[in-house]
């Protein structure tokens, strides 16, 4: 319980010091994501972004404003009931979806503490099942270490740099 206050606190402290890092999220789905299960994909996505939304706002009293989703030009046909207009490509994305060979989202963090990340991957293959409560926090928690510029406060055991223990 300890480690949740710290970083709640920290999390606080750092969205109460810098401009609403959440005012807009930017989420581009790239071309190689078929189509056929956007319906899926885009209903997954809303309930991702809703959860983190609560959270984020049950720990700093923000909330995610506005939320942009790039989609592909192939979608434009597909039976998404969506409205496909073309704009201009954002310079950066908070979220990526594309298929990756990974199982969980996994930010990229280029910069020391406080300085925000490159994004975070969405694999889309997590988007076409159920959402778990697993990649809900996965998801938020790469989100706002994204956000935020925040790292892990734990080690990783497969990890000779950074273990869990030091003995």
Same mark, same amino acid.
């Given at each position: 319980m300890n480690k949740m206050k710290l970083i709640l606190v920290t999390l606080f402290t /750092?969205? @109460?010091?810098? =401009?609403?890092? #959440?005012?807009?999220?930017n989420i581009r789905i790239s071309k190689n994501v078929p189509s056929t299960n956007c319906v899926q994909v885009l209903d997954n996505l809303q309930a991702l972004l809703t959860?983190? @939304?609560? =959270? #984020?706002?049950?720990?700093t009293g923000q909330?995610? &404003? =506005?939320?942009i989703f790039?989609?592909?030009?192939?979608?434009? &046909? @597909?039976? *998404?009931?969506?409205?496909? @207009?073309?704009?201009?490509r954002p310079d950066t994305e908070d979220v990526l979806v594309d298929e990756a060979g990974l199982e969980a989202p996994r930010g990229s963090q280029y910069g020391g *503490?406080?300085?925000?990340?490159?994004?975070? /991957? /969405? +694999? &889309?293959? /997590?988007?076409?099942?159920n959402i778990t409560d697993s990649l809900d926090h996965v998801f938020f928690d790469q989100l706002v270490r994204n956000s935020f510029g925040l790292f +892990?406060?734990?080690g990783d055991e497969a990890s000779a740099r950074f273990p869990t223990l030091y003995t």
């Open positions: /750092l969205a @109460s010091g810098q =401009k609403r890092a #959440f005012d807009e999220i959860s983190s @939304s609560a =959270k #984020f706002h049950s720990a909330t995610i &404003h =506005k939320v790039h989609l592909p030009g192939s979608w434009r &046909h @597909s039976p *998404c009931p969506v409205t496909v @207009s073309q704009g201009p *503490c406080g300085v925000r990340g490159r994004g975070v /991957l /969405l +694999p &889309h293959h /997590l988007l076409t099942q +892990p406060n734990q």
